[in-house]
């Protein structure tokens, strides 16, 4: 009888232990750009995933590389599109749809693209002006905002 109450109070103490290590707060000192949570408008209203980056004002940058024609299809998590290596062939940019107002997305490179680098709206958008075969320098940067109103990209740097 000792034995077993022995055991089962070893057991209680364990488990009192476990419990007690798995209720421990979770921290997270790092903000990384890719937190999301879903904001809705009001009880039974539509949401949609609301990323930390928006809400402070910050954006992503995405960097790419590689040979030959390039295809980038950005989304609304891109606000940097920053080429980065040996100049490719073409570089073909196709700028976020949906977008939300105001979005901003940058193209930029550290490597000449000499009349390589092309960039059209989202399905349903237009560009105020066309952005084809265009020289990039590098370390230079060309913006486009969007505006909902007109569905529109507009170039603005």
Do not use: H
């Amino acid at each position: 009888m000792l034995k077993l109450r022995t055991l089962l109070v070893g057991a209680l103490l364990a488990l009192a232990f476990t419990c007690s290590a798995l209720a421990q707060p979770v921290t997270q000192n790092n903000v990384s750009g890719n937190e999301c949570w879903n904001a809705g408008q009001g009880p039974g209203g539509p949401s949609s995933f609301l990323c930390i980056n928006l809400v402070r004002n910050g954006s992503g940058m995405r960097i790419i590389s590689g040979s030959g024609a390039v295809t980038t299809t950005t989304s609304a998590a891109d606000g940097t599109l920053m080429w980065s290596g040996t100049a490719p062939t073409t570089w073909g940019i196709t700028l976020p749809s949906p977008a939300f107002d105001g979005q901003i997305v940058t193209v930029a490179t550290d490597t000449l693209l000499t009349t390589l680098v092309t960039v059209t709206a989202g399905t349903g958008q237009t560009l105020n002006q066309t952005y084809t075969t265009q020289t990039l320098a590098a370390n230079v940067s060309v913006e486009f905002r969007f505006n909902f109103a007109t569905l529109k990209w507009y170039r603005t740097q």
